[in-house]
């Protein structure tokens, strides 16, 4: 690394000490989740780079600790988030990952997942595979009920297809996939009252009939819906309104194992144990979950005002792995944080993306250019203490089966990145070490990020200055980082103020990128569409890729394919770090044996300070 750069990065780190000592905030970078694998416990890695190296800690997965368990009791559980959670509690509505966290506790999953992520027998419903005639039955196990104890019937599985593919339907999962369902295209138009493709076999059992199936089915793609809604207690709200509507934000009937009793908009919840869940009662009466600021669960873990956090920001890992009143799991994230480029609009009307050919980014030596500028590595060993590494394409090592580990990706290289600028026609004309356009006129670009703690701004702060040395004028757009919720408002809606966004994919336990990068993917924020990735896509799940050995080859030619046109620029793969109060019994993090919170027990009638 050359001096100068070293020499920002240790004043940007120095910066950071100082603001630290004053003010503990600090924040991850938010994450949406679209859709709902990993078999790793712990791993060491060792990346050196300029002559330094930092040592990935090795973090347990679970945890066990001393003491008998008590009757009952309350887990106190902090959602470490520096916004309101929006409090939209439907799988068919809700679009972001504090969402997803709060409704874990009331799911309304039908299907249970092993540890590669593929769909078993062992949840509520069990899914059987007709590969040959495109066709699946689902059918309930044994008899469920809802937590206000109406039973599960087959019509509450078919419900939820039925409101993703209404025309008045709000949300954003009727995409590719979707349309894969037979009927559900002339449904959304109003050509027919039902998806002819889903039948009711029976008070337990439906099928449904695909255009396609592939591998995807397995981990629920192909248009295949996990969950169940139910029918009796929405069914009289119009579609348009169930977003607003008390049933789904304070008064939800679900299926998980505890139901919402009390409600703060936006602040916390109190869950109170569901005497119908299919499992059996849990163990715990209650659970109390409180928004904390990342600034402040340092301090609230030590001082035992919480039993578990949702996650912990990396960047302060240090504030918490000496604790003696707690245990820092870890685990690999489902999620890689990125760089995206803003090349069209999302046409709400046909609900495709359309790329436009004269958006001031769609220039991929440009874009190349600009992702070889970033010194991403200085970052995750500076700030994120070896607990992220470079991501090299956008599918995280933990789908072990499809990350090509051979990959590169676009490591640091600014001398790389003027030679492309040079290629492309960006040039300093007036010598004042900033690039002009190809037409010689001054030429800057907006970059959108999120806000939440100091050390995000460093980190934004340095990447500018990467670009500036490149001879790029990277400015904030609004002038600042963006609240959470107001940056991806921003995002989807394709604000003209936007050129590129700094965000992060949770990718859910379906490895197949048709849902963030499709033609009708609304999550393909991006906007690019061509016919060769469209092609790439649908060959991941193809009947073809069936075979395992095909199927990694469609994806490594995809991933190819990405890189070669740098529309979405991986930036880091993330290890996920949740403290867990010596208070609780056992915790397992794994994600082949994830303790369910049925199971979760205290030794303690308060947490350990």
Partial sequence: ?????????????????????????????????????????????????????????????????????????????????????????????????????????????????????????????????????????????????????????????????????????????????????????????????????????????????????????????????????????????????????????????????FKLDKLVDGESIQFVANENYWQGKPKLDKVIVQVVPSASIGEALRTGQYDMASSYPTTQYDGVKDLTNLTVLARPELAYSYLGFKLGKFDTAQNINITDEKAKMNDVKLRQAIAYAIDVEQVTERFYQGLRSRATSLIPPTFASFHDNTLEGFNYDPEKAKALLDEAGYKDVDGDGIREDKAGKKFSINLAGMSGSDTDEAIVEYYRQNWKDVGLDVQLTTGRLIEFNSFYDKVKADDAEIDMFMAAWGTGTNPSPAGLYGKEASFNYSRFVSDDLTKLLTDIDSKEAIDASYRANAFRAWEEYMFANATTIPTYFRTQIIPVNKRVKTYNVDWASVTKWHEVELVAEEPVK
């Fill in 1 to 257: 690394m050359k001096k100068k750069y070293w020499l920002l990065l240790s004043t940007v780190f120095a910066i950071m000490l100082v603001l630290a000592a004053c003010s503990e905030k600090d924040s991850e970078t938010g994450s949406e989740k679209p859709t709902d694998k990993g078999t790793e416990k712990t791993e060491e890695s060792k990346k050196e780079e300029g002559g330094s190296s930092v040592e990935q800690p090795t973090l347990a997965s679970e945890v066990t600790n001393e003491g008998d368990a008590i009757a009952g009791g309350t887990l106190k559980y902090a959602l470490v988030t520096d916004s309101p959670f929006q409090g939209v509690f439907s799988a068919e509505l809700y679009e972001d990952n504090y969402d997803d966290q709060l409704m874990q506790f009331m799911t309304n999953s039908i299907f249970e997942n092993d540890g590669d992520f593929l769909i078993t027998d062992e949840g509520i419903a069990k899914l059987s595979v007709d590969a040959d005639n495109n066709k699946v039955t689902v059918a309930i196990q044994g008899d469920v009920k809802w937590s206000d104890g109406t039973p599960l019937t087959a019509d509450d599985l078919i419900f939820p297809y039925e409101l993703i593919g209404h025309k008045d339907y709000t949300g954003v999962r009727y995409d590719g996939d979707f349309q894969n369902i037979v009927g559900a295209v002339e449904y959304n138009a109003g050509k027919a009252d039902t998806i002819s493709g889903i039948k009711k076999i029976d008070d337990k059992t439906i099928e449904i009939t695909f255009k396609k199936v592939s591998p995807a089915i397995y981990s629920g793609g192909d248009g295949l819906w996990s969950y169940a809604a139910p029918k009796h207690y929405l069914k009289d709200i119009p579609v348009a309104d169930l977003v607003s509507s008390d049933a789904v934000r304070k008064s939800p009937v679900t299926l998980g194992a």
